[in-house]
């Protein structure tokens, strides 16, 4: 079955739907969709996105990791924040069946790892929303991910409690932020949203020098656009955000495939140079979003650490 990496949707269901059409005119039904996270918000399909992920994962040809948009919409809807105005989330809000999705939406998970196709080292990949420590191994980052994960599928009260906390003091809140929201680290491992002055200040150029055994691949950084580095797979192209000038699509990675329904030897891993990326333009404008944030002085810290949805991307 063909593994497909898909980026960031944030309500783009017209552009999902094509995608999907795609992948079942090349494959049939031997694929299966890997999404990296923000299903919603932005876009104008929040609820068609929704039910579609959640009938291909619950026919088991989908898998989804939480990202920053997800997750607050789950604080909105246990009232620990309120609709901003650029939030377009009211689809899922007012629909009868809106606290399933809520708790469709908490029980999802944070993380999602397997190995590639083909053979030896290189095989193994983390999926996550945004970043990871570049000091965790695969082995510590599942393992903190599964305990984040408990705590958002506890009883609603006391997820609620956990959301609301503060991320200084509840080391689990800190873990879950940097992996939906993190763009930026400094050298001592301190995470931020805000992307970084300079390049060298990524989160993923950090995590590149510590010569991890597993691969990540991520969404959430719009601005950043596609990246392609060894062991790093970045996919969210700002589908939502298409405008003159900045052109928006949504892009999937297709480990092992090299245009032919047969997967290429060898060509499962995270190998350089990649082709293997399928793209669709965004059918129109969605979104314009308010004026950037300069990037900051990460030992700033985190000034907003709360705010889940995070800048305008």
Known sequence: MQRIFVGDVQGCADELEELIDRAAGEFGDDFELWLVGDLVNRGPGSLRVLRRVRELVERGR??????????????????LAELGPDDTYGDVLE????????DWLRKCPLLESGLLEGEGPGRAFAMVHAS?????????????ARRIEARLRAPEADAAAFLSGDPRSDPDLD??????????????????????????????AHWSVRSRDYGVVYGHWARQGLHVAPGLRGLDTGCVHHQPGREGRLTAWLPGWDGARAPAPGAGRFSLPDERFWHVLAHRIYYTPRAEVGAI?????????????????
């Open 132 to 144: 990871v420590h570049p000091d965790w191994s695969l082995e510590e980052l599942e393992s903190r």
């Open 297 to 313: 002085d990460i030992s700033r810290q985190i000034e907003k650490k709360r705010d889940f949805g995070g800048n305008s991307d």
């Open 175 to 204: 873990d879950l932020l940097r992996m939906v929201r993190g763009r930026s680290v400094t050298a001592e491992g301190a995470w931020s949203s805000h992307p970084p002055a300079e390049p060298e200040g990524a989160w993923h």
């Open 62 to 79: 989908a898998r989804c990791v939480l990202g920053n948009h997800d997750l607050q919409l789950v604080r909105i809807g246990l009232g």
């Open 95 to 102: 629909a009868p069946e809106a606290q399933d999705w809520l």
